[in-house]
């Protein structure tokens, strides 16, 4: 953060005041954020609740089933070795 602050300050401060914070983000630029967003408190519900143990499978679960959908149902896609690889 001290970088990015260092960074700001020695930049064209007339233009970056002048560009709002949220210049250039499209529609689904708010909708990842808002996705991500909505995917932490659910992590926090799980661990107010129950333990870290609960979370890791459920985030183990959570791949398995995108994998399934999005490779057999929705988007085609082709599974490599190497993505069996990160995945166990």
Do not use: P, W
């Amino acid at each position: 953060m001290i970088y990015n602050l260092v960074a700001f300050r020695n930049t064209n401060l007339d233009r970056a005041i002048s560009i709002c914070f949220f210049h250039g983000y499209s529609f689904i630029t708010v909708c990842l954020i808002f996705t991500q967003t909505l995917s932490e408190v659910d992590v926090i519900m799980v661990l107010k609740y129950t333990d870290n143990i609960i979370k890791v499978y459920s985030t183990s679960v959570t791949l398995l089933l995108t994998t399934i959908i999005s490779s057999m149902i929705l988007l085609d896609f082709d599974l490599k070795s190497s993505f069996f690889t990160g995945l166990v």
